[in-house]
């Protein structure tokens, strides 16, 4: 596998360049008060304030996954492993390990076996140095005289947090290195895809799930995606992004919540769910949180962002030998 041949893949450049947007979006909704991460400031060298309707979708993005995450990591069982896909600087293990998950979860970082992440070898490689170079992500670790730094500096491996360069696309070589550095396939796990499964070929999407669900015992995805590709604001979504150079290769074979449903179903996991962020918002979210982030900055775009809300979607679905019933009480929480 060559690591930096950049004209295999032409879009690659660009597709690690929406991971420093989405870095810039959550310190933008961070700096507002929208989020709590006081961890995502190391990875950002010029702050930018996003449009409210950013904010707020970065909002309801954390929201939903950070509430899945804590569930499953409190769910009863043994110590629990997540599996980062195409994680890029995404925070979430610090504010575990610190206790800012989920508005303040101080139990889950004690319910965390290991986390891993995977991404392209050049984003490993910045993220292992802005850890090391920062004591306030470091000493998180568990044992900061454990951590090594494999294969020249793409590789960042601890006792509890695992950073592993890989194309995703190359996914044997990627489920290798993820059980040579620890990965337990029987202990309760998490995958996160949150805008990765969209960029990649559906065929290789597939391949990821197909492992899963044949070699792991006890397993639950989430994923946050785009989805509505072919009504007219999903034409004009695809073609703004495209103007951009970014191609949802993934969209079409998954293009609705039911689609995106099957994807599990039909590979004969037992629970699958799938909802737009639109439901997420009115269904899902607190009204008191609802009134507190409607106060933080004025929303005149109220008709674009609920077109926008309605073409992203959180799904989950799990898979399970040893822990079915646990895993199946873990759902987003309809509101009163």
């Known amino acids: 596998m060559n690591f930096f041949n ?6 690659d450049d660009i597709v ?21 991460d006081p961890f995502v400031r190391y990875f950002v060298k ?67 076996l290991r986390y891993f992440e995977l991404d392209f070898p050049e984003i490993t490689m910045r993220k292992a140095m802005m850890i090391k ?50 990965l337990d396939l029987n202990s309760p796990t998490l995958f996160l895809s949150e805008c990765v499964f969209i960029y990649l070929p559906p065929e290789d999407a597939t391949t990821i799930l197909k492992w899963i669900t044949n070699t792991m015992k006890n397993t639950m995805f989430t994923l ?13 979504m695809i073609r703004n992004l495209r103007n951009r150079d970014i191609e949802l290769k993934g969209i079409y074979a998954c293009p609705d ?23 997420i918002h009115d269904e899902y979210i607190d009204k008191a949180e609802i009134l507190k982030i409607s106060k933080l900055e004025l929303l005149d775009e109220l008709e674009e962002w609920r077109l926008l809300s309605a073409h992203y979607c959180v799904a989950w679905a799990f898979n399970s030998v040893d822990f079915k019933d646990a895993f199946s009480r873990i759902q987003l929480q309809q509101q009163e």
């Open 6 to 11: 950049d004209q295999v893949h032409t879009n």
């Open 46 to 112: 010029r702050p930018t304030r996003r449009l409210p309707i950013i904010n707020r979708g970065t909002f309801l993005r954390c929201h939903a996954i950070n509430s899945l995450v804590s569930q499953f990591l409190n769910m009863e069982g043994p110590k629990k492993q997540i599996v980062a896909l195409g994680a890029g600087f995404d925070t979430r293990y610090f504010n575990i390990k610190a206790g800012y998950l989920n508005n303040g979860d101080k139990q889950a970082s004690k319910k965390l």
């Open 224 to 236: 946050y995606e785009q989805i509505r590709p072919e009504d007219a604001f999903g034409q004009i």
């Open 257 to 279: 919540l039911i689609q995106q449903e099957n994807r599990f179903k039909d590979l004969g996991w037992q629970s699958a769910k799938a909802v737009d962020m639109n439901t």
């Open 16 to 36: 690690r360049g929406t991971n420093d947007d989405a870095t810039v979006s959550r310190l933008s909704a961070v700096n507002l008060g929208y989020i709590n």
């Open 133 to 182: 170079k920062h004591k306030e992500l470091f000493h998180l670790l568990d044992d900061v005289n454990q951590v090594k730094i494999e294969r020249g500096g793409i590789d960042f491996v601890s006792p509890d947090y695992c950073l592993i360069g890989g194309d995703l696309r190359e996914w044997t070589e990627c489920a290798t290195r993820l059980v040579e550095a620890g």
